[in-house]
């Protein structure tokens, strides 16, 4: 396989991920929700989206012709190990969305350890998945965009959970 092909076939892997993910977080939404779970922070979820898709556009544009760096894509294979794990831990809870539920919150697998481990795989992903086609410039953008995002993000989950005084 080529280089050029190589970078494709990542790139492709990317927007198959992403895209398979939106659909079965739209699933789980909407099961949640049919569950009374609770949506919260609607109003910048928007946001959210309009930046992965940026991200990925940007991925697309400048990367599709680069070389694959071994490196750094061996550090992505790690990291979809762990986004794996992040899922199965959260099974039918995980979405893309903030979707409260009124039962306990889910304390297996990573979150035993960690409040947020899917957003520590992104911020991870963020960085690394442009690396492997060497855009340097792209993760280092998207780094500090992730980074505004996810405070709001984070600080509308954290009210969105915590229980009323």
């Not at 092909?5 to 977080?25: K, N």
Request: proline letters at 5%; glycine letters at 6%.
């Amino acid at each position: 396989m080529t280089e050029h092909a190589l970078a494709v076939a990542f790139i492709a892997f990317l927007l198959l991920q992403r895209g398979a993910e939106l659909v079965l977080a739209r699933r789980n939404t909407r099961r949640l929700l049919a569950r009374g779970a609770v949506e919260h922070g609607r109003g910048h979820y928007p946001l959210i989206v309009a930046m992965h898709a940026a991200w990925l556009l940007a991925i697309c544009v400048w990367g599709w012709s680069n070389t694959v760096s071994p490196g750094w894509f061996a550090a992505f294979v790690v990291l979809q190990g762990l986004r794996i794990w992040v899922l199965a831990s959260l099974g039918s809870r995980w979405t893309t969305r903030i979707i409260v539920l009124d039962e306990p919150l889910v304390i297996k697998g990573p979150y035993r350890w960690l409040s947020h481990p899917n957003y520590m795989v992104v911020i991870a992903e963020i960085i690394v998945a442009p690396m492997v086609l060497g855009l340097w410039a792209v993760a280092i953008v998207f780094t500090v965009l992730n980074a505004i995002v996810l405070k709001i993000r984070i600080r509308s989950e954290g009210q969105a959970i915590r229980p009323p005084a």
